[in-house]
């Protein structure tokens, strides 16, 4: 399919852990219309940082998983040195939605990020506009999310959200403007998919090589001394302390409440037992939420009161 005609459009931002979108692209290729796979050029990190990468064994995966031609290997310079990591991240976001052309809609998915059921985001967003065009009133599609916060010897600690709507992020949009990774001041749909994401489940030092590079490292653990005090906590975590620990989001505490634990040797395995969440909105709560109308009324209603 030409990228004229594609509807849904998929782009990943490619670094230093290309391995894992061998777990995130099949999750999702055979929805896809067009993946493109944006990768630095000189192998070099939001933060300036050259990192390693094994160019050879990168273009044979993409070759033996693109068996339908779906995939756009992008190879650019996205990381300069007169902007910091997150000002890097949202050109290197904008440059994938130009490449992919307007219309349609457009997906961003970090390579830590799996879809537990892509098609049914898929139909999900088809529902809202079958094939969106750019002249269209601009909105995001939200997905929930499951973090992975660490890996542990049987298992995985991941963010335990109770009885509260998940954290979640605009992966879908009918208007690319990237303005804070994939936030902007669109309207926001929220969804009841969800997405596992390995987001700080590395090993020491990985985690410590993304948290000094990572897009929000500029903004959220900009001085050193919180990025080591973080990340000295996030070291003693374990399957017999996990539950004391409250309100572990490094810019906003409250956005992971608590942890929880499930046992799986890999990602595979943990996603065959994990059990998802029951959704915290009823069908009609989730409407009023994902009404604009309701939205503004309620908007309004806080200010008058606030």
């Not at 975590?237 to 634990?261: K, V």
């Amino acid at each position: 399919m030409s990228i004229g005609s594609a509807i849904i459009k998929v782009g990943f931002c490619v670094s230093y852990d290309w391995e894992l979108l061998r777990k995130s692209i099949p999750r999702i290729y055979a929805e896809a219309d067009i993946i493109c796979l944006a990768l630095d050029k000189d192998r070099k990190s939001w933060g300036g940082n050259p990192f390693e990468f094994d160019s050879k064994a990168f273009y044979d995966f993409v070759k033996n998983i693109d068996v339908k031609n779906k995939i756009i290997v992008y190879e650019d310079v996205f990381s300069l040195p007169e902007l910091n990591s997150r000002q890097n991240c949202n050109r290197h976001r904008m440059l994938i939605a130009e490449k992919m052309g307007a219309g349609g809609w457009h997906i961003q998915i970090d390579s830590d990020e799996y879809f537990l059921d892509f098609t049914a985001f898929v139909k999900a967003l088809k529902e809202i506009n079958p094939n969106p065009k750019p002249t269209d009133k601009p909105l995001n599609v939200c997905p929930c999310l499951v973090p992975l916060i660490k890996k542990t010897e049987e298992g995985y600690l991941y963010v335990d959200f109770r009885s509260n709507i998940p954290e979640n992020a605009p992966f879908a949009t009918n208007l690319p403007e990237y303005l804070r990774a994939r936030n902007n001041g669109h309207f926001n749909v929220l969804v009841p998919q969800y997405v596992i994401h390995e987001t700080w489940a590395r090993s020491d030092e990985e985690l410590w090589y993304k948290i000094n590079n990572w897009g929000h490292a500029s903004e959220e653990l900009e001085e050193k001394k919180q990025r080591l005090s973080y990340y000295n906590l996030w070291k003693s975590l374990n399957e017999n302390n996990y539950q004391y620990i409250r309100d572990f989001h490094p810019a906003s505490p409250r956005a992971w409440p608590s942890l929880g634990y499930c046992k799986g040797r890999n990602v595979d395995e943990f996603i065959r037992n994990f059990t998802v969440p029951a959704f915290p909105l009823s069908t009609f709560q989730l409407f009023l939420r994902n009404n604009r109308n309701a939205a503004r009324v309620k908007a309004l209603w806080g200010r008058i009161f606030s």
